[in-house]
């Protein structure tokens, strides 16, 4: 079946530190992929997606593009802030499903 | 709008027990889908409800089972309660079903902050 494998954390990383938090997948076919962020004590927000080969998402600063040759969708940020700190799950879904098939997450602290 | 809500926000019981979460979607969403959080096993998809039918099931024993209602909101109900039940529950709504690329790709899922279930 569909899987999702995230880097391990925690990452720990000083504000204005270049992020990177890996994400690669095995799934047939054409899946969308996902960012998702939970902050503490808080459901998933969704922080950028990507839909079909080479596309890149973006938001806030984080980037993240769907590489079909490698299947992955690493995030990306440039300069971190404190206020980044959280937890980062990265997930894809099938054309035509709801269910979406996450990582195991990757907590991240920016100290200031 | 309004956001996902779920009611209770917190819940303990102790092993045997049933129990009954709540989820109410933002207006006008139709697709409602449920996921069990755990620091083990991660987000695990549980059921996805559309238009008061189960579209699709996730790999949970009998004891957990849902329901939509004409209003779109959806309750979950877990039976004979485990400490292993012990688990944050996520509710997400979202316009359609994503049944076509189209839809898919706007087809934003919105997550509510939870139920954290306690089984003592």
């Known amino acids: 079946g569909d899987s999702v494998t995230q880097m391990e954390g925690p990452v720990t990383l000083s504000e204005e530190a270049f992020l990177t938090i890996n994400c690669t997948y095995t799934a047939t076919g054409y899946p969308s992929l996902f960012w998702y962020v939970q902050y503490p004590g808080e459901g998933l927000q969704l922080l950028l997606k990507?839909?079909?080969?080479?596309d890149k998402g973006s938001n806030k600063g984080f980037e993240a593009t769907y590489r079909k040759e490698t299947t992955s969708f690493h995030l990306e940020k440039g300069s971190v802030q404190v206020s980044d700190s959280a937890v980062y799950f990265c997930?894809?879904?099938?054309?035509?499903?709801?269910?979406?098939?996450f990582g195991q997450g990757t907590r991240l602290t920016i100290n200031p | 709008k309004a956001g996902v809500t779920q009611t209770p926000r917190y819940l303990i019981k102790t092993r045997g027990q049933q129990v009954t979460l709540s989820c109410s979607p933002i207006?006008?969403?139709?697709?409602v889908s449920w996921y069990q959080q755990t620091p083990g096993q991660g987000l695990q998809f549980l059921f996805e409800y559309f238009s008061e039918t189960q579209r699709n099931k996730g790999n949970f024993p009998g004891r957990f089972s849902g329901r939509q209602f004409s209003n779109s909101r959806s309750e979950m109900n877990v039976s004979t309660l485990e400490l292993g039940d012990s688990a944050l529950y996520l509710c997400?709504?979202?316009?359609?079903?994503?049944?076509?690329?189209?839809?898919?790709?706007?087809?934003?899922?919105?997550f509510g902050p939870g139920t954290r279930l306690t089984v003592l």
């Open positions: 997400a709504s979202s316009l359609f079903r994503g049944a076509t690329r189209q839809e898919g790709r706007n087809n934003e899922q919105f």
């Open positions: 990507a839909t079909k080969a080479d």
């Open positions: 207006s006008g969403h139709r697709s």
């Open positions: 997930a894809l879904r099938q054309q035509g499903a709801q269910k979406l098939v």
